[in-house]
């Protein structure tokens, strides 16, 4: 019975360290269509392209690796992607899919530093986030893009255009 204590005080502190996400889903732009298998399976093969506040591009695959694919598409939004934008903004945009400039103008948005990133159907913005995020956090490619990738597929998951359908088709 002793050692129930010691059990039960770490499973409550890590029950609070894990609530403590500073994500917040933007889910309005999911269609009955965007389910979480379908777009969890197109991920695995899709480009994570992190757009630095100083103009930088970077492209990463679904595990934080370099991305050794096609880059045909990225440019002018024709191609499925994720894209991740860091700065300063208010909130993630409808607009982050468009091949325009209008995403990186919203970095200059005032408040701490935080990552704004979406599922790109071509130029449809399929789910979408905000997410603050520490530099050295941000920097682990291979820890965080695995983390985006999650936080887009949840918020298709708990978005209403997935009620009351199966959550997984």
Same mark, same amino acid.
Request: charged share 20%; aromatic share 6%; glycine share 8%.
């Given at each position: 019975?002793?050692?129930?204590? !010691? #059990?039960?005080?770490? &499973? ?8 403590? #996400?500073?994500?917040?889903? =933007?889910?309005?732009?999911? =269609?009955?269509?965007? /389910? ?6 197109? &991920? $695995? ?7 630095? !506040? ?15 694919? !096609? ?29 325009? *400039?209008? *995403? ?5 948005? *005032? ?8 599922? #790109? ?36 998951? $708990? ?5 009351? *359908?199966?959550?997984? /088709?």
């Amino acid at each position: 019975m002793p050692h129930r204590k !010691p #059990c039960i005080g770490i &499973m409550l502190l890590v029950a609070a360290l894990s609530t403590g #996400c500073a994500a917040h889903l =933007q889910t309005r732009t999911v =269609q009955d269509g965007d /389910t979480y298998d379908l777009w969890a399976a197109r &991920m $695995e093969h899709m480009p994570f392209v992190f757009h630095e !506040p100083d103009g930088h591009v970077d492209v990463y695959d679904v595990r934080g690796n370099a991305w050794t694919g !096609p880059t045909n598409g990225l440019k002018d939004g024709s191609a499925d992607r994720v894209e991740v934008y860091e700065g300063h903004f208010a909130a993630a945009t409808g607009t982050m899919c468009m091949p325009s *400039a209008s *995403a990186l103008a919203a970095g200059n948005a *005032a408040g701490s530093a935080n990552v704004v990133a979406a599922i #790109c159907d071509r130029g449809r913005t399929v789910v979408s986030f905000s997410d603050k995020v520490r530099a050295r956090v941000l920097d682990t490619k291979t820890e965080y893009v695995p983390r985006v990738r999650h936080l887009l597929l949840e918020g298709i998951w $708990e978005s209403v255009a997935q009620e009351p *359908a199966p959550l997984h /088709t």
